[in-house]
């Protein structure tokens, strides 16, 4: 799978919109970004996934680069709840074997 | 609908004991997965199964581990003679399918501590 690059931490006031980037400047063609988050003391959460075009559920927004080499999750609304370390990966559609991989994320924490 | 379910949340037990830990995945989900995470490390990839079937065992650490999966549904990872090591939490993941790319979505864990 490509390998992703993120920042290791980032903050943000509640209510105004996260940014959080994310470089995979390597991604192949029939690989697919993933978003997942972790809350303290929780399981792996997915958010959102796409492929090139942008996308948009009741979690986020993901929107890919028009040459996919970088991508940004996006929560509209930041809350308290949002708190928590975010991953991004890259892997196939199919062919992507069956083991996740989280590289080190990026810590968000939303402030007052 | 219902998410990935584990039970204990949590468990304390003696080295030497046997321990089992359920998953119970989303309803409909053909694809099961069992990973763990040791306190700031990443995930650890254990063991998948399609329905019943587990094609790949390479990722448990021991012969001490096993896991199954009975009516396609829940499963059971059980660890025997337990060790201090083997402290962790115990995630369990379900997916629609196997390696289709559908997103995998996680249980709360099962935080086992061994004494």
């Known amino acids: 799978d490509a390998k992703t690059t993120q920042p290791t931490s980032m903050d943000c006031a509640e209510g105004r919109a996260a940014n959080l980037p994310c470089n995979h400047s390597t991604i192949s063609g029939n690989e697919y970004v993933y978003w997942y988050r972790q809350i303290h003391s929780q399981g792996p959460q997915y958010i959102i996934h796409?492929?090139?075009n942008n996308e948009t559920n009741e979690m986020a927004s993901l929107i890919i680069t028009e040459d996919r080499k970088s991508s940004t999750l996006i929560l509209p609304h930041a809350t308290l709840r949002d708190t928590a370390v975010y991953y991004c990966?890259?892997?196939?559609?199919?062919?992507?074997?069956?083991?996740?991989?989280f590289g080190t994320g990026t810590q968000l924490k939303v402030e007052l | 609908g219902a998410g990935v379910s584990q039970s204990p949340s949590n468990k304390v037990t003696e080295k030497g004991k046997d321990v089992e830990l359920r998953c119970d995945p989303i309803s409909g989900h053909t694809a099961l997965y069992w990973y763990r995470q040791s306190l700031g490390q990443g995930l650890e990839f254990l063991i998948y199964?399609?329905?019943?079937?587990?094609?790949?065992k390479s990722g448990l650490p021991s012969d001490r581990f096993s896991a199954e999966r009975t009516g396609g549904s829940v499963s059971t990872l059980t660890i025997q003679r337990t060790q201090q090591e083997d402290s962790a939490v115990y995630l369990c993941a379900s997916s629609k399918q196997v390696d289709s790319g559908q997103p995998q979505h996680f249980g709360d864990g099962t935080r086992l501590s061994i004494l």
């Open positions: 796409g492929l090139k």
């Open positions: 990966i890259v892997r196939p559609f199919t062919g992507g074997g069956n083991k996740l991989t």
């Open positions: 199964f399609q329905g019943n079937s587990a094609p790949d």
